[in-house]
């Protein structure tokens, strides 16, 4: 019994320092974390330059290496000094912080993922919790809260959408055919994508009156088409933005953004502090 309360009280005060920054301790932890994430986007970043690795290659492979295997250690005691370690592995905050490790262990089987490092530059958004810049923390919340509740309607959109473009661009390649340019269908649904999103990288153009006419069309609809997911994130984001929130993290899955009265953690149920 005696073990088990002093194996509780390590884990609490190792989960107070990771993951809150409201004592001394965690802050400085969170605050060297965050020098770390800028030097190791920085390295990478100068890594890419030719002139750079051929000078500082060695000692900057040196320097990501240092601070992924910190990374891959501070991965491990977030996951060892909360209750539920898959949920937090789960978590948004947990998956940014496992990408943040396996570029590096990637790159010893494939050549240039290294790259992918700069993944860490996502670390940085707990910059807003360690400066206590609470109104900042709040609308990344309401931003987060209206993209989960926008998910659905969103994609179900996103499917009509690309209907739309598949029957478009089968007219077109109807319309148009070969002899201008639209080779096949899914050359045509190509078309129709970059038509309808304004993007128009004109590599592709309708050159019949009719293939015209059935452009405009689709030019006009791309601009309403853009408007609607739009409007699904703003009334949601406006929902989000009378909803109060804590800013403590879960004991058990490291998750925050709880209602003020919230007695449990809507991700893993555990009882609040």
Known sequence: MTDRVQQQGWRGHLHEIIFEAE???GKAFDVVLLILIVI???SVSLESVADVRAEWGPQLRLLDWSVTILFTAEYLLRLSCVGRPLAY???????VDLLAILPAYLSLFIAGSQSLMVIRALRLLRVFRVLKLAHFVGEQRALHAALRASTRKIVVFLGAVLMVTIIVGALMYL???PANG????????YWAIVTMTTVGYGDIAPQTLPGKLLAS???ILGYGIIAVPTGIVTVEVAHSLRTST?????????????????????????KLD
């Open 23 to 25: 004592t001394p301790g």
């Open 246 to 270: 804590r800013t403590d993290a879960c004991h058990s899955c490291g998750s925050e953004g709880h209602a003020d009265d919230a007695l449990y953690c809507k991700y893993c149920s555990a």
């Open 175 to 177: 319309i148009e055919g």
């Open 89 to 95: 592995a789960r978590s948004f905050f947990g998956i």
């Open 40 to 42: 190791s986007v920085v």
């Open 217 to 219: 069309a689709v030019m």
């Open 182 to 189: 639209f080779t096949s269908i899914p050359e045509s649904v």
